[in-house]
Nanobody, 113 residues
């Protein structure tokens, strides 16, 4: 059984940073495409970033240059480093494993002065 558990969300001010974590069990992140999505209040869930099993990472235009997706194969964990956060980045962030179609429970990020 595949499980994804996100952590690292919180309340920050504009311009600050957060690092989200997605701990995976049941499959190896090294051989699976991993993704981050987010859902702002009142909006649909939107794609943020993808790290394929091989190849280059990809980002939504709205976060390109500010967010970085990475993984630690030993810890079997995927990360989302978020820098220069803005109020429009507020939302619940979800980790998603494509092959198993598995979502985490989400972690809330609030950017406010």
């Amino acid at each position: 059984q595949v499980q994804l558990v996100e952590s690292g969300g919180g309340l920050v001010r504009p311009g600050e940073s957060l690092r989200l974590s997605c701990k995976v069990s049941g499959r190896f992140v090294s051989v699976n495409a991993m993704n981050w999505y987010r859902q702002a209040p009142g909006n649909e869930r939107e794609w943020v970033a993808t790290m394929p099993a091989g190849g280059t990472t990809d980002y939504a235009d709205s976060v390109k240059g500010r967010f970085t997706i990475s993984r630690d194969n030993i810890k079997n964990t995927v990360y989302l480093q978020m820098n220069n956060l803005q109020p429009e980045d507020t939302g619940v962030y979800y980790c998603y494993m494509s092959l198993s179609d598995t979502w985490g429970q989400g972690t809330r990020v609030t950017v406010s002065s």
